[in-house]
């Protein structure tokens, strides 16, 4: 079925010699020639000058970049590129004085401005201020919240505020179910309100509706994985035919990892991670089995990947099949959660602590804190130098 899924991914003309110019053009050409050698012998230094420094359409206002280096803060490079797009510096600084006012930092500002320019022509005002006060008011953002999702995606307060930005954040609310809800999907991807929700929402919804997807976890999904709604309606339909052949429940939490995996990977991504796996002795079946208990396998670095199984395999005997049944821990670091709990139980099992039979899979699992009561802690009196070692392994 996985070699399935992989195949289903993979997919002026010159005058001739021998006709001679018209006489009008000869004589013409004879002119031009006379004017141009005279020209050439005599410049005119004022013709010169005029000629060279003629201002070109377009070309920025040396008065412009200096200003948006000196009060915004732009590099000479960016202040060029912006400066095109800037009428007049006195709107601009009414616009820099409203985000100030808002408590913007320069720093702040000079992002904002550096990845949307077009910020310093909107009527703070008429365009800015009321859209701010909805994302306060209206929505419940906290104002050092607003400031942070601004500042990274200052392209929320582009849209009509009646006609986009209101309808949207509705919409949304209502699938989702609260303000709370639809302000954790917002501030996963402040993208979602330059869509126009009630369109690319309202379509997906109902394809994961009719595949079985309970409403909760539609929910759910919106709000952990906003972006995955960004996709074009072809695109998410694909992913979901996909998901739906290898036998993901719909009702099941992986459904939605699935889906998610599917949408972030192209093709040939997905195509060279199973590649990665099968150089590795995985089959089609176990390839199947972690994707199915563990969807995030399948986006792991071949790095990460060759790492955790060179260490499993080496140190534990563990061979794919052992893999596929605790495929989550490829995704652990080896550095500071694998090595240090193989190091406490070997130094367990080397005093007689512990029996031979250790399920390695169950102690990667274990939380932080219970690993350290069970197997630290407890044997702290038998031996003292446990935790020593744990520490130095993790580097605390």
Known sequence: MLRLLCKNLSQTRPFA??????????????????????????PSPKSITHLTNRPKKGDPSPTTV???????????????KVSVRIKSTEKADSVIAFFKNHGFSQTHITSMITRHPKLLSYDPDK?????????????????SHLVELVSTSPQMLDGSLERRLIPSFDFLKGIVGSDENAIAAISRSPQLLRHDLPIILSSKAALLRGNGMRESDISRCIMKYPRDFHVSHDRFIEAVSEIKKIGFDPLSRSYTEALHVMLGMSSSNWQRKCEVYKSLGFSEDELLKIFKKYPVGMQLSE??????????????NWDPSAISKYPVALNLSLEK????????????LSNGLLKKDVNWGAIFMLKEK???????????????K?????SKEVGV
């Open 17 to 42: 010699e021998s006709t001679p110019p018209p006489p009008s053009l000869t004589t013409t050409k004879s002119i031009l020639n006379g004017t141009h050698s005279r020209f050439l012998e005599n």
């Open 66 to 80: 200096s200003y948006l280096i000196n009060s915004c803060g732009l590099s000479p490079e960016s202040a060029l």
């Open 127 to 143: 365009t800015l201020k009321p859209k701010m006060e909805f994302f306060l008011h209206k929505v419940g953002f906290s104002a």
């Open 303 to 316: 790095t990460k990947i060759r790492k955790g199984m060179e260490f499993f395999m080496k140190c534990l």
């Open 337 to 348: 959660r694998i090595i240090p709990r193989y190091t406490v139980m070997q130094m367990l």
């Open 370 to 384: 219970d690993f350290l009561k069970k197997f630290v802690n407890k044997y702290q009196g038998e031996a003292p």
């Open 386 to 390: 446990l935790m020593e070692a744990y």
